[in-house]
């Protein structure tokens, strides 16, 4: 009965992973087919909104579906999320110009605003405490594998099939999902009656839609100075004034402002925005060094982030088998000294610097944000009912993910105008290198080829210099990062030998 019992979990956890894996990577993957889909499709000028509409729509769904889950059951909006990511992924798969593909990416998104946040809350459900580490350090291993796997895939099915397997890859993982979760999943969840928040739901997606806008925006279709841009940011700030007041007086808010009255749960959300917006860099931009330095082809470009993802892998595990040992606090703090460090060493490159050397900072940075992964997940829910879970892990992946967006804005804007700046002091007419403006172009092999050696070694040095410069500005996320995981309290994971009064209220039968 017992061995009946643990092999149901397996097949659940198998389910919740999956959803995670085609998630987490969702964006990464399709990164890579960007070249090839708009050479196919065409809209250069559009090519934007296939990423801004997948992370818009999963940002402003993830604390809904969230709260939802708390009221309704994890159950059926995860196989909610599952299905709308299923069909969004053979919409895209069918995309015939770059709008369609926009609108589906979209719909795509809104799925995957689900998965995530509910996966980690099915697993904090299923598990007793004392396994709750262990199977954080899977999931948030499984995290850091797909920021790094996603890439390599992407690479992969656009060189050898065709850009739309980047799509249709999802499919048999998300029923693969679905049928795990509903065969095996069964949750006895007390519900009562309890009111929509309206009102709080759609001044929060109205407040992210007008920030994620901004933030995608900004400066690439729409000047920064411009008076859209200031409308954009001020629906931003007035819809999120309005929102915080409405969930105030809300006896069901989707965002539950109590909980930052818990310091660790406070903590955690700020060293996870922090994290996220400094993390993100590596998995953008030592590729583009790689290639724009040492030269070779994306796929080969990609392998240089193996490293970070054994390092997180590493972390992952290593963070969540010492949670029962020591306080959260403890490890977040030899998380963030790693991290640091290895941001510190990538802002010391250069164009002569040997490649092993790269492949051990990211290995650093990766054991560093490996320990975050499954650490702040568990910092966010501990002492918090199971009624407010799902609430509680939506708003850490929300948080994680608006400073994962804030961070490639801002830093990515650094390191573009500090490259355009470098060049055009070296070489005023370098534009005709790159008519479109757009640097990435100067990465491909065919571009490569027609630039003069001299020209190819500046565009090299500046290419190094800046990302270099864009990792030391960087730190100070890093930095922050540290101020917020040293505010956090030294709580750290109970076991069923010491339960804290959270567990004590556990109704009996979830997904047994």
Known sequence: MMANKASKKGFVVAGLLLGILMAAMDNTIVATAMGTIVGDLGGLDQFIWVTSAYMIASVAGMPIFGKLSDMYGRKRFFMAGLLIF????????????????SIYRAIQGLGGGALMPIAFTIMFDSFPPEKRGKMSGLFGAVFGISSVFGPLLGAYLTDYLDWRWVFYVNIPLGLAALFFVFRFYFESMERREQKIDWAGAILLVSSVLCLMFALELGGKEIDWTSPLMFLLFGGFAVFLAFFIYVEKKASDPIISFSLFKNRLFAASQGAGFFYGSAFILGTIFIPIFVQGVYGGSATNAGLIL??????????????????????YRNLMIISALFFITGIYLLSTLTAETPRILVTVFMAIMGLGVGFSFPLLSMASIHGISMRQRGTANSTNAFFRSIGMTLGITIFGTIQNNLFIDKLTKAFPDFSKFSPTGD??????????????KDVLAQISKSM??????????????????????????????????????AHAMKKPGMAE
């Open 439 to 452: 640097t990435r172009a100067l990465l491909s092999a065919s571009a490569r080829a027609n630039i003069p």
């Open 86 to 101: 299923i069909v969004g992924s053979i919409l895209c798969g069918t995309a015939h110009d770059m709008v369609q593909l």
């Open 464 to 501: 190094a210099e800046s990302i270099s410069s864009m990792f030391g500005w960087s730190l100070i996320a890093a930095v922050l990062a540290l101020v917020f995981v040293l505010l956090m309290p030294n709580n750290r994971l109970e076991t069923s030998q010491k339960p804290s009064a």
């Open 306 to 327: 193996t490293p970070m993802m054994l390092g997180s892998v590493a972390g992952s595990q290593i963070g969540g088998g010492f949670a029962a040992k020591t306080s």
